[in-house]
């Protein structure tokens, strides 16, 4: 249990002693300010406490006070209208070390029992020139209770000619503000079992990383602490429940399976824990887990639980399908395991068809998914000395006894880079244009160039009024035999060759485009061919009318 669990179960039934620092600003080095404590369950704070003053009485119905804690000229704590508190103060000494008077005054309370010599009638000062105890009530909820102690010159003097050596305010509440949940001093946090185990006090309601993703047959934690209003834990009668939607359950006992939710009473300590899981064996469930205290909903978690293997995908990997021949092909296949919800699992581990194999392929990765839970596994194949190609399938049997089996991934293995061509997508372009450049490379064959082919060292694109977008990179590999590029198109116009130059692979290659300054741009040349056009057509016009009116 933590320390501030002890803490406040102590305080509930009577709780606590502080200690008060020593003020040296006003005395000679050899005299001794007064010191005090308030009392818990009888412990002598100090010494020379005279047992005469004490009797069987102790502080009451104080709240937040942990023991024998040192008071300071600013000390605080709450207690409840009902209780009363008890300071013990030591006698000080001068500087020839007989004892000094001391005092203890009262505001927003009444002293009640005294050990001291002299005290008001008002009840509101006591001062005595030895050791006291002084027992104060509180005057009302709502009103704090103020508490001073002072080394006096003179008795009855505390006020005036007194010297302040601490001073504890107590902040008054009712009884009946205990067992009043409060939402800022309880906490609620998903956890994993390490976490459950240490069995501590919650103190915040942020979730533990990975603990609401709960494998196929798992359960999920959650810790809470409940508090009411004076920061105390709320009493064993608390009723707690808790529910989930979406056909998980929640209990308050832990199961490795559970078939329904469940309510419970707190424990009145610091720590307790919710279960969620599924409600059906194998489902997958996005559920919303809601605690209420005492009928009143509280607070709201959320968990995946995670359902039985329900597909198997293949697709392309990182790095490509068209392995090259005599290798093994890095990240070529994307491998993902899936529940009904479309949800990655981690850790599944698949078996290869026998028919996956042929005289090309002729290795692969253990198929097993890795930890991700937002991207596929990149796993690798591997390729004989013989281009071709083949089908990847793989299978698994999941908890239910169904055999789960994943579409055909085609895989070739191919040769390297042997020949290229490159083409523009357009003609002409626009100043501003955004222009693509395909480069297309084939092995010896004919086939894709293998995905390891790169554009070469010696590899360079040059055109004129032609800005690459992403610089070409001599370690630049080809998808299936294809690798793109992206210029912005200048703003001067004209026809232009763009060079593109793989002589690791092929001789240089050129592609010729053009760029105009807009679309419906015409040449002098084609004005000139307009006007012309034009004329001929009125001659046509004026002869005809010529012929009409001689006819008539």
């Given at each position: 249990m933590s320390t501030k669990t002890n803490f406040k179960r102590v305080a509930l039934v009577a709780v606590a002693a502080l200690g008060i620092g020593v003020l040296t600003s006003v005395a000679p080095a050899n005299a001794a300010a007064s010191t005090a404590v308030l009392e818990i369950n009888g412990a002598a704070g100090i010494a020379a406490s005279p047992s005469a003053t004490r009797g069987t009485g102790t502080s009451k119905g104080l709240i937040g006070v942990s023991a024998q804690l040192a008071l300071t000229t600013s000390s605080t704590a709450t207690m409840y209208s009902t209780g009363a508190a008890i300071v013990q103060v030591s006698a000080g000494t001068d500087s020839n070390s007989a004892a000094t008077i001391s005092c203890v005054s009262v505001t927003g309370g009444t002293i009640v029992g005294t050990g001291g010599d002299n005290a008001n009638d008002a009840g509101t000062l006591v001062c005595a020139n030895n050791a006291l105890a002084v027992t104060a009530t509180p005057s009302a909820a709502g009103t704090n209770m103020v508490l001073k102690v002072y080394d006096a010159a003179t008795a009855n003097t505390a006020t005036t000619g007194g010297t302040l050596v601490a001073q504890l305010t107590m902040t008054v509440v009712t009884t009946t503000s205990a067992g009043t949940l409060s939402a800022s001093d309880s906490f609620a946090q998903a956890q994993t079992t390490t976490e459950v185990a240490a069995a501590a006090e919650v103190t915040n309601s942020g979730d533990v990383a990975t603990a609401t993703r709960i494998a196929n047959g798992g359960q999920g934690y959650i810790g809470f602490t409940l508090h009411d209003v004076n920061d105390v834990a709320m009493p064993a009668t608390t009723v707690v429940s808790c529910s989930a939607t979406g056909g998980a359950v929640c209990s308050f006992t832990s199961a490795t399976f559970l078939g329904t939710s469940s309510a419970a009473t707190y424990d009145g300590d610091n720590y307790d824990t919710a279960y969620v899981a599924q409600g059906t064996a194998n489902a997958a469930i996005d559920t919303v887990v809601t605690i209420s205290v005492n009928g009143a909903p509280w607070i709201t978690k959320s968990f995946q639980l995670l359902g039985d293997l329900a597909s198997i995908e293949l697709?392309?990997?990182?790095?490509?399908v068209y392995g090259e021949v005599s290798a093994t092909q890095d990240g070529g296949i994307n491998l993902k395991a899936k529940d009904s919800l479309g949800r990655l699992l981690t850790s599944v581990a698949t078996s290869v068809s026998a028919s996956s194999y042929n005289t090309s392929l002729t290795g692969f990765d253990a198929m097993t998914t890795g930890d991700s839970t937002s991207v596929g596994t990149q796993l690798d194949f591997t390729c004989s000395s013989t281009k071709g190609s083949g089908e990847l399938v793989v299978s698994k049997t999941n908890t239910a006894g169904t055999k789960i089996t994943s579409n055909a991934l085609k895989l070739y293995c191919v040769g390297a880079a042997y020949s290229y061509s490159a083409s523009l997508d357009k003609a002409s372009y626009v100043p501003g244009d955004i222009a693509t450049l395909t480069i297309t490379a084939k092995d010896s064959a004919?086939?894709?160039?293998?995905?390891?082919?790169?554009?070469?060292a010696a590899a360079a694109i040059a055109g004129s009024n032609m800005t690459a977008v992403t610089a070409?990179?001599?370690?630049?590999?080809?998808?299936?035999g294809v690798k793109k590029y992206t210029f912005i198109v200048g703003s001067t116009e004209g026809s232009y060759a763009m060079s593109v130059s793989l002589t690791d692979i092929d001789d240089a290659v050129t592609v010729p485009y053009s760029i105009k300054a807009s679309s419906t741009a015409v040449s002098n040349a084609d004005v000139l061919k307009a006007i012309v056009s034009l004329i001929a057509s009125i001659n046509k016009q004026i002869a005809a009318l010529q012929k009409a009116l001689l006819k008539k």
């Amino acid at each position: 249990m933590s320390t501030k669990t002890n803490f406040k179960r102590v305080a509930l039934v009577a709780v606590a002693a502080l200690g008060i620092g020593v003020l040296t600003s006003v005395a000679p080095a050899n005299a001794a300010a007064s010191t005090a404590v308030l009392e818990i369950n009888g412990a002598a704070g100090i010494a020379a406490s005279p047992s005469a003053t004490r009797g069987t009485g102790t502080s009451k119905g104080l709240i937040g006070v942990s023991a024998q804690l040192a008071l300071t000229t600013s000390s605080t704590a709450t207690m409840y209208s009902t209780g009363a508190a008890i300071v013990q103060v030591s006698a000080g000494t001068d500087s020839n070390s007989a004892a000094t008077i001391s005092c203890v005054s009262v505001t927003g309370g009444t002293i009640v029992g005294t050990g001291g010599d002299n005290a008001n009638d008002a009840g509101t000062l006591v001062c005595a020139n030895n050791a006291l105890a002084v027992t104060a009530t509180p005057s009302a909820a709502g009103t704090n209770m103020v508490l001073k102690v002072y080394d006096a010159a003179t008795a009855n003097t505390a006020t005036t000619g007194g010297t302040l050596v601490a001073q504890l305010t107590m902040t008054v509440v009712t009884t009946t503000s205990a067992g009043t949940l409060s939402a800022s001093d309880s906490f609620a946090q998903a956890q994993t079992t390490t976490e459950v185990a240490a069995a501590a006090e919650v103190t915040n309601s942020g979730d533990v990383a990975t603990a609401t993703r709960i494998a196929n047959g798992g359960q999920g934690y959650i810790g809470f602490t409940l508090h009411d209003v004076n920061d105390v834990a709320m009493p064993a009668t608390t009723v707690v429940s808790c529910s989930a939607t979406g056909g998980a359950v929640c209990s308050f006992t832990s199961a490795t399976f559970l078939g329904t939710s469940s309510a419970a009473t707190y424990d009145g300590d610091n720590y307790d824990t919710a279960y969620v899981a599924q409600g059906t064996a194998n489902a997958a469930i996005d559920t919303v887990v809601t605690i209420s205290v005492n009928g009143a909903p509280w607070i709201t978690k959320s968990f995946q639980l995670l359902g039985d293997l329900a597909s198997i995908e293949l697709a392309s990997g990182l790095g490509g399908v068209y392995g090259e021949v005599s290798a093994t092909q890095d990240g070529g296949i994307n491998l993902k395991a899936k529940d009904s919800l479309g949800r990655l699992l981690t850790s599944v581990a698949t078996s290869v068809s026998a028919s996956s194999y042929n005289t090309s392929l002729t290795g692969f990765d253990a198929m097993t998914t890795g930890d991700s839970t937002s991207v596929g596994t990149q796993l690798d194949f591997t390729c004989s000395s013989t281009k071709g190609s083949g089908e990847l399938v793989v299978s698994k049997t999941n908890t239910a006894g169904t055999k789960i089996t994943s579409n055909a991934l085609k895989l070739y293995c191919v040769g390297a880079a042997y020949s290229y061509s490159a083409s523009l997508d357009k003609a002409s372009y626009v100043p501003g244009d955004i222009a693509t450049l395909t480069i297309t490379a084939k092995d010896s064959a004919g086939n894709p160039a293998s995905d390891i082919s790169t554009v070469g060292a010696a590899a360079a694109i040059a055109g004129s009024n032609m800005t690459a977008v992403t610089a070409l990179a001599t370690t630049d590999t080809f998808t299936a035999g294809v690798k793109k590029y992206t210029f912005i198109v200048g703003s001067t116009e004209g026809s232009y060759a763009m060079s593109v130059s793989l002589t690791d692979i092929d001789d240089a290659v050129t592609v010729p485009y053009s760029i105009k300054a807009s679309s419906t741009a015409v040449s002098n040349a084609d004005v000139l061919k307009a006007i012309v056009s034009l004329i001929a057509s009125i001659n046509k016009q004026i002869a005809a009318l010529q012929k009409a009116l001689l006819k008539k």
